[in-house]
Structures are given as C-alpha cells and as structure tokens.
C-alpha cells in the first residue's frame, strides 16, 4: 500500500501551475509530479493524481462523481445565487446517475452520431470560406480558430449567424470560475452567464413557438416515456452545449497549429499524407491537450494507485500530466503524429465522456489538412498568446503569415 505524499516540493510544484509563468509550459512539473509520488496532497486538501492508468480510474472509478448539488451550500452557501455557478453546477456536467443518465440519454437521442456526420459536407465548406478570407499575416484564433467551432456549434443549435461573436468574450467570462472562484472571477463570470442565460431563453421561447431543424428545437422536442427536459434543464443543456462546442474546439485547434508549427517535420508528415488527419488529431490532443485537469469526489471508501482514500476526499486528475505519462507513451514529449495505440485522455472517459467528441475531432481533421494545404508557407509571426488559465488551455491569439 502506497502513502499520500505530502511533500514542500510537490506543494510549490502544484502552486506554480496557478501562475502564468507555470501554466506556460505545466508539462516538466507534472513530469516531477509523477516521479515524487502516484498521489500527492495539495495545500487545500486535494489528492492529485497525474499518472494516465491513475487518471483513466479516476474518470471510471463508480465510488467516484460530482458532489450533489444538495450538499453544495455546505461548500458554497451561496452557490445558487450566483449565475455562474447555478448555470454550471445545476448542469448535466455536474450531476451524477441517475439525474445524469436521464439528462444524458434525452440530449443523445438528438445529439446524435448521424447529426455531427451530416455536417462534414457544410464544415467542410466553412472551412474553404475562411480560408479564402485569409492573406498576409493573420490572428489564427480570429481567422479560423474561433470562428468554425462557433458557427458550427451556432449551425447545429440554430443560433442565428449574427448573434454568435459576442459569445466569444462570454463564455470565457463565464468558464473562468473552472479555474478559481473569487469575488473578482464571479465580477466578470456572473454577468455573461445570465446574458448566456437570457439569450438562450428567447430563442428556446421561438422554438416552442415555432420549430426548425436545429438541436435546440431537438431538445424541446426530446421525450422518452413520457419525460421531457424541464425549461430549466434545456436552458443549461443548451449554454453547456454552445460553451463547450467551440471553447474546447477553439483551443484544440489553436495547440494543435502551434505544436505543428514548432515541429515542423510533423508537419509536412502530414501535409504530404492528409489521410493520416484522424490519427493527428489524437495526437495533437495528447500533446497539448485543450482540458488539463477533472475533479472528482469519493462517495465511499477506495483506492487510487494503491492509496486508500476516505468518503468526502476530492480527487483531482491532471489529464495532461496522463498524457505525457512515459509509462503509457513512448517518448512522450514528443510529437508523433504515427503514433500508434494513441489513446489520449483529452475526452474524460466513463460516463462522463464528452457528448461533442466525435464533433470536435471531426471539425480538427477536415480543418488542419486543409488549412497546411492552401498555404505552403505557413509560419508563425510572432510570439503566440497563452490564456492565463490551467483547466482550459488554449491561446488568445496566434500571429500567423500565410505568404
């Protein structure tokens, strides 16, 4: 039986990941992590676990899961009146079976693999759109990073095309309080979750009203023996859905053309061979993956890497320390777009695994192939910006000359 390492290193490790400086580049502390202990205790009370077979349990454990939403005013009494939390912790994202079975099964039977693949043709499309609109130097996050995921996301919810830039700012605004929950964060966060909030309501009302083949209108329509999605549920279930739709997809593409960029072997690997998308995109997901991090609480008695853990403890998964475990990747800082049994915990797993994979990945591999194919001089211009945050890793902005 392994202890919890409590150690003054792995303290000041796990402290630096909370500054700009550590977040820049997590990877060498996690390395360090693995190599002190399985499971370290951070300064709040939190066992970490950053190896992948560690993370992978963590993700599937069932004495594991969210704390209820009931027990919530015990840690945060005033959770419910604040729109950020009430709109992420009320949310199928936070909830636990059988809430999170029901939820899950009604939103799957319109979120559907035959939707997303019934998109390929029009993603492929916006992509060659936003690729003709781009010259010279350019913000990659502006010119392709941000606006796909978001149109495609918009397309598929039915969110008019107008309406959808001003969701950029908001849902970073509202996805801060993943990271840290201050008086500061909830300043900024509370606003844009009840303009998310408002927003979605009027048009949920329009579809009632009047019905179109968008998700949205899906949603209300969703029943399975009888139930349905209260006003409340397809109200967060619709801000989840468009949040995560392109924030995470965003990132996703933005790591993904940075790493590509600074190895550029890899990347004439793969504008040489566009067949070998699918497996890049696992790849990029590993290398630099858009969510680092998962949290969990034990419900009951258990072990992790042959630690005991207690009923209450909260678990913290550092996935993009798992994936860079060398234990489960040969050689893994380094990009290998061949890499073979790549399986990247990008996704979560378990029940928990993210409804808008297969979109996301689709969107990267019709995306990254083409944009390496219009332009043979694609190249970095300066210096790109890193968003100050850990759970969501991604840029604010990529300088990129397309010649």
């Not at 390395?31 to 950053?50: F, H, K, M, N």
């Not at 850990?390 to 990529?398: D, F, K, V």
């Amino acid at each position: 039986m392994t202890d919890i390492v409590e150690s003054v290193e792995a303290t000041t490790l796990l402290d630096e990941l909370t500054r700009l400086p550590g977040r820049e580049d997590p990877y060498p502390r996690y390395r360090r992590l693995r190599e002190i202990s399985p499971v370290v205790r951070a300064e709040d009370g939190a066992l970490v676990v950053t190896r992948h077979a560690d993370c992978v349990a963590v993700t599937r454990h069932p004495k594991l899961g969210h704390l209820p939403s009931h027990m919530m005013e015990f840690v945060r009494p005033d959770w419910a009146d604040h729109p950020a939390l009430h709109q992420l912790f009320t949310s199928v994202l936070a909830k636990n079976p059988p809430d999170h079975t029901r939820l899950r099964r009604l939103v799957s039977s319109s979120f559907t693999a035959r939707r997303v693949q019934a998109l390929r043709p029009r993603i492929a499309q916006m992509v060659e759109d936003l690729l003709d609109r781009m010259s010279g130097e350019v913000d990659f996050v502006q010119a392709l990073g941000f606006p796909l995921p978001v149109n495609v996301i918009g397309e598929l919810l039915g969110i008019p095309e107008p309406d959808r830039a001003q969701f950029q700012t908001l849902v970073r605004d509202w996805t801060q309080v993943l990271e840290v929950i201050t008086p500061e964060v909830l300043e900024t966060a509370d606003p844009a979750a009840a303009t998310i909030r408002e927003y979605l309501a009027a048009l949920t009302a329009e579809r009632r009203k009047d019905p179109g083949d968008d998700l949205i209108s899906a949603l209300v329509a969703a029943e399975e023996d009888g139930d349905k999605l209260t006003e409340e549920e397809l109200l967060t279930m619709a801000a989840l859905l468009f949040a995560a739709g392109f924030e995470t997809t965003t990132n996703l593409l933005g790591n993904g053309i940075v790493a590509l960029l600074r190895n550029p072997d890899q990347l004439e690997s793969l504008r040489r061979q566009p067949g070998l998308a699918a497996g890049a995109v696992e790849e990029l997901l590993r290398f630099d993956t858009p969510v680092q991090l998962l949290s969990r609480v034990a419900w009951d008695d258990l072990e992790i890497a042959g630690v005991p853990m207690s009923g209450g403890d909260r678990i913290v998964a550092y996935l993009g320390a798992g994936n860079r475990d060398p234990e489960r990747f040969a050689d893994p800082d380094r990009l290998d777009l061949a890499r073979a049994d790549n399986a990247p915990l990008s996704f979560g797993g378990g029940i928990h695994y993210c409804l808008g994979a297969p979109l996301a990945r689709l969107e990267a591999q019709l995306a990254v192939p083409a944009l390496l194919a219009r332009f043979p001089r694609l190249a970095l211009a300066g210096e790109p910006g890193r968003r100050d945050s850990l759970a969501i890793r991604g840029y604010t902005s990529i300088p990129i000359s397309v010649g």
